[in-house]
């Protein structure tokens, strides 16, 4: 029974892709790589290995994670972005021209939140005055169609 205990916690110990691993803005970061540039803003990291072995460690990490998570692949690059109330924005897996893999963690910014607040608000009033201009369209026609002719009020 203890040895089973023992391999059971060995396993689960070492089986968790993030054991061990740093962390920048409480965004894991992969063990292994060297820091290309660090400010409060951004961690920007260059591993000596393919983007897709890192962007499978990512992959790994965060499947778990549901809808708060956005993982995109756009020309070469690996967009894993959060929606939640996490203090980073944005990991970005990227190959340098010498062929190893970049990645860049971006703290969250008051510029992108009303930015995207901004585009919402102008989303609705969008579709609201869609809305409007299409109900009185159609109000103005109903209301055409369903008047009397001038002389049949009497009969």
Partial sequence: ?????????????????????????????????????????ELKTGYGLPAARVADYYHQVFGDAGSSLKIRERGGQVWIEDFEARPWHKIVIESSPAGEAVVTITRDSWTWILTMLVFRFLGVFVVLLVLYLALSIFTAILYRSSRRPAGSEGK
């Fill in 1 to 41: 029974m203890k040895k089973i205990l023992t391999i059971t916690a060995l396993i689960w110990m070492l089986g968790t892709p993030a054991a061990g691993a740093a962390d920048f803005l409480g965004a894991p970061v992969m063990s292994g790589g060297r820091t290309i540039s660090q400010s409060e803003r």
